[in-house]
């Protein structure tokens, strides 16, 4: 794998998801979950019955990405603070890394440890309506499910998170991500109307790529500000995905400048 | 390797002046680097380590400038640094850390990696206890896989910042002929507040005084600074009136016997010949004297 990537994006990959995995907290945030969005997604009418495999597996996606995404950055929140432990910066600064691409090694090996449950959870949904419907195609569906709609929501989320807790402490940031999270992808302004991103492109809720790419039930999309809630369309949906992909970059260049003004 | 510091500053923000006009060659072999809290020892590492950019000054490093970020790039690549304090990740084993560690330093070959991780273990008396995670090692433990790491891919620049603080006396005696070992071909810096240390592992050692050079040489002639100026003197208590600093006091059965160092021996005073702890004494003093001169005028 070292010679693919590198050994500095390998070492950070292969270290910081084995540190995470061996995190109590990550599976205690995660797992009871991603339990509780599968109980979810079982119990409503309204996701379920639905003729095409695809949609059918796309809205499940949603509920699991609502729910679970939440758990997964809340416990994340530590990761780039906790490289501040005393003499730790200067020890991995002192090496031929380049710190950015530590950090990103970092990030995504956490995040890949923290997405097993809900991998686990895509997969035995997908195995589930293959069995059921008796239509193999149901596990690539919800192998593409799990990538668009929950993992650019995953990489968003713990990026949001990760920086926040360089910001403020890390208790502190957990619970501001959880606002944020609800205010990004369930937040209705018919309750509370304030400005928000719920329904919009930049909503990491993911029911732009599961309408859009799936044929799930659209929950928010296009409901949104306007000029930022085009209506859903694969386009539109691949804008979005974008959007995610963008914001999670702007976040890491914004940790990075963070932490190289703290040295 | 050399290194060559040429009229070297660092101001932080707020106006916090760390280090003044610094100019010092480094030969290869091992040099002490002493100074009171403050002088401005860790600054100066971590400019030669590439984490921070002095505010003015020059620093070649084995003929890498430090001031382009290849040059960083490429002293890195020949470093191995301890910092002062060190929280390593609990949730990783000892072999794990030193794994991760080689792979940021680019030791890319896995049984090359994993021979030299086995072969520092063991050289840090850690074997036995590699499989077991950091969270649970001993202060003394962390120490010495804090210097392993640093010694990972056999860097010919070491840079150590107490490295001894934490350990117990036999550790410490194990530490000092390892690094004694490894002056032996290549650049070692240690910085440290323990002067037998330097005395027993240092053929050179330089001094800073408030972010300034105050001497660069010998550590024997470190020593000599106090030539004339180290006395022994015995009191029925307390220590004798006048201006002096007292190196130790043991008591004895007549007394306390206090070793000063001073320009005015007290009365009854009797001249020894001065240790490196009594030359650094007269240094420092030295050093405050001219300061406090300076800044009157």
Request: some cysteine; aromatic content about 4%; glycine content about 10%.
């Amino acid at each position: 794998m070292s010679a693919l990537l590198g050994p500095a994006l390998t070492g950070s990959l292969r270290y910081e998801a084995l540190m995470a995995a061996r995190q109590r907290g990550l599976w205690v945030a995660t797992v009871p979950l991603v339990a509780l969005s599968l109980l979810a997604a079982v119990a409503s009418p309204s996701l379920n019955g639905l003729r095409e495999t695809s949609a059918q597996i796309g809205a499940w996606a949603v509920v699991i990405n609502l729910f679970s995404t939440l758990g997964l950055a809340v416990a994340l929140a530590d990761r780039f603070a906790r490289a501040r432990r005393r003499g730790l910066p200067d020890l991995l600064d002192a090496t031929a890394a380049r710190p950015a691409v530590r950090m990103i090694g970092g990030l995504l090996g956490s995040l890949g440890a923290a997405l097993i449950p809900v991998t686990v959870a895509m997969l035995t949904v997908g195995a589930g309506f293959a069995v059921d419907r008796r239509d193999p195609s149901a596990l690539g569906w919800a192998l593409l499910a799990l990538l668009v709609v929950i993992v650019p929501a995953a990489l968003l989320a713990t990026a949001f998170a990760a920086t926040l807790g360089l910001l403020v402490p890390v208790p502190l940031a957990r619970v501001l991500v959880v606002g944020a999270w609800g205010w990004a992808t369930v937040w209705n302004t018919s309750i509370i109307p304030a400005p928000t991103v719920t329904g919009t492109v930049l909503s990491p809720l993911g029911d732009y790529t599961a309408h859009g790419w799936l044929g799930a039930p659209a929950l928010y999309a296009g409901h949104g500000a306007a000029v930022l809630s085009p209506p859903v369309t694969p386009t539109s949906a691949a804008i979005a995905l974008a959007a995610l992909l963008g914001a999670t970059v702007v976040l890491l260049v914004l940790a990075r400048a963070l932490r190289a003004a703290r040295t | 390797m050399q290194i060559s510091i040429t009229a070297l500053s660092k101001t932080y923000r707020g106006d916090v002046r760390a280090l003044t006009d610094v100019t010092l060659e480094l030969a290869p072999g091992t040099t002490g680097l002493l100074g009171a809290n403050g002088a401005g020892k860790t600054t100066l590492m971590r400019i030669l380590t590439g984490i921070i950019r002095p505010t003015t000054g020059t620093v070649t490093v084995g003929g890498h400038d430090l001031a382009s970020t290849a040059g960083r790039t490429a002293v890195k690549r020949l470093l191995g640094y301890l910092p002062q304090e060190l929280d390593l990740y609990p949730d990783l084993t000892g072999r794990e850390f030193l794994d991760y560690v080689a792979l940021l330093k680019g030791i890319d070959d896995k049984p090359a990696r994993h021979h030299q991780i086995d072969t520092l273990l063991d050289r840090v008396a850690l074997t036995e206890v590699a499989r077991r995670r950091v969270g649970g090692y001993s202060g003394g433990m962390k120490r010495r896989l804090g210097i392993a790491q640093a010694l990972l891919g056999d860097p010919r620049l070491v840079i150590v910042d107490e490295p001894t603080a934490g350990l117990d006396p036999e550790e410490r005696m194990r530490f000092r002929s390892l690094l004694a070992s490894l002056g032996e071909n290549r650049t070692v810096i240690l910085s440290t507040h323990i002067l037998d240390d330097v005395a027993q592992t240092c053929p050179r050692v330089t001094v800073l005084a408030a972010g300034r050079l105050v001497y660069d040489g010998t550590t024997t002639a470190l020593a000599g600074q106090a030539t004339g100026h180290t006395f022994t003197v015995t009191t029925p208590g307390p220590p004798p009136a006048g201006e002096h600093a007292v190196v130790t006091a043991a008591a004895t059965p007549t007394g306390t016997t206090y070793r000063i160092v001073t320009d005015t021996p007290p009365p009854g005073a009797t001249p020894v010949d001065p240790g490196l702890e009594d030359g650094y004494l007269a240094l420092m003093r030295a050093a405050r004297a001219a300061t406090a001169a300076e800044s009157n005028r």
